[in-house]
């Protein structure tokens, strides 16, 4: 994947501009300020387009505790004092 670089300058004055070339080009763009790069602006895989985020997130969770365990203790709630 090819890169260029944009100043956070310029980009804010063409930030539409350069949004369409790396939706259209599927080329990255490295966002700098004062030299550094500071972000990156990457075109989104296309197999995920259309999908909903929470179901691109499915399969990618863990389970830490037991799933019978609460995240509450009873000295938590009034009624059980």
Known sequence: MTTTAVSVT???AHCLDV???VEQ???AV?????GRVVARL???P???QGVAPWLRLR????LIGAPE???LDNSDFDALR
């Not at 399969?59 to 863990?62: E, I, L, P, S």
Request: proline fraction near 4%; aromatic fraction near 4%.
């Open 10 to 12: 310029e980009f804010k």
């Open 19 to 21: 949004i369409r070339q």
């Open 25 to 27: 080009e599927g080329t």
């Open 30 to 34: 490295d966002l700098t300020r004062h």
């Open 42 to 44: 990457v075109p989104t």
């Open 46 to 48: 296309q197999g995920t």
């Open 59 to 62: 399969g990618r969770g863990q």
């Open 69 to 71: 365990a609460g995240v």
